[in-house]
């Protein structure tokens, strides 16, 4: 029985990797909604059939892609929170900056923007890392104890009905901050504090 060596298992790892970013080069440019596997694979320089040995068929390719970027968004609201949460030692700034660079991946691919948040697999796992840091912040006391799944889920559902409005109308009328902001009100954080936390994060994010 023929056993795939490991510079076979290597170069057959690489060649996903190429095609994957390939895709998401595409995605990036017209959306997931707009991919087709002659395109990635005319991007990723590679034979059809090449591709098709890689993944059975586009949707295992869009999976991986946002299973990809999932975990990548993940990665960077959890640092994030944490750096600003020990930073400040407050777990609501934690929050702050974990919408605020959840914000600011978004809109870095807007065209990804529309589609991507509308995959349920992306949809869950964004709004329970917004769960799990407001029930952090309500724990400390820095917001009323509430329905942490409510909450985040509606943060996430603002700040994402606003990007897509803003990119609908070719408008900046909600910058960063103003986005911030709005979620933090969403999960329960007064006004001024909402807007002292959005502008204080915004700028540890852009830095």
């Given amino acids: 029985m023929y056993r795939k060596t490991p510079q076979v298992l290597a170069r057959l790892a690489d060649k996903r990797d190429a095609i994957l970013t390939a895709a998401a ?17 005319a991007h990723a320089k590679v034979a059809v059939g090449t591709l098709y040995g890689h993944f059975p068929n586009l949707d295992e390719i869009v999976a991986a892609l946002v299973a990809e970027r999932l975990a990548g968004d993940l990665a960077a609201m959890k640092a994030a929170a944490d750096l600003a949460a020990h930073q400040w ?17 978004l809109r870095a691919s807007p065209r990804l923007t529309t589609s991507l948040t509308a995959r349920p697999a992306y949809r869950t ?9 407001i029930g952090r912040a309500a724990s400390r006391g820095k917001i009323a104890k509430q ?4 909450l985040a889920m509606g943060a996430y559902g603002a700040v994402n009905a606003s990007i897509l409005a803003s990119m ?4 900046r009328r909600k ?3 103003a986005l ?7 999960a329960g954080v007064d006004n001024d504090q909402a807007w002292e936390i959005a502008t204080m994060t915004s ?3 852009a830095a």
């Fill in 168 to 171: 609908d109308d070719g408008s």
């Fill in 175 to 177: 910058h960063g901050p």
């Fill in 89 to 105: 030692a407050d777990p609501l700034r934690g929050l702050g900056a974990a919408i605020a660079v959840y914000v600011h991946r």
């Fill in 25 to 41: 080069a595409v995605a990036a440019a017209r959306g997931l909604d707009d991919l087709t596997v002659h395109g990635v694979a």
């Fill in 203 to 205: 700028e540890l994010v």
């Fill in 180 to 186: 911030v902001a709005m979620a933090l009100r969403t």
């Fill in 147 to 150: 329905s942490s799944a409510i």
């Fill in 125 to 133: 796992g964004i709004v329970r890392e917004l769960e799990r840091q």
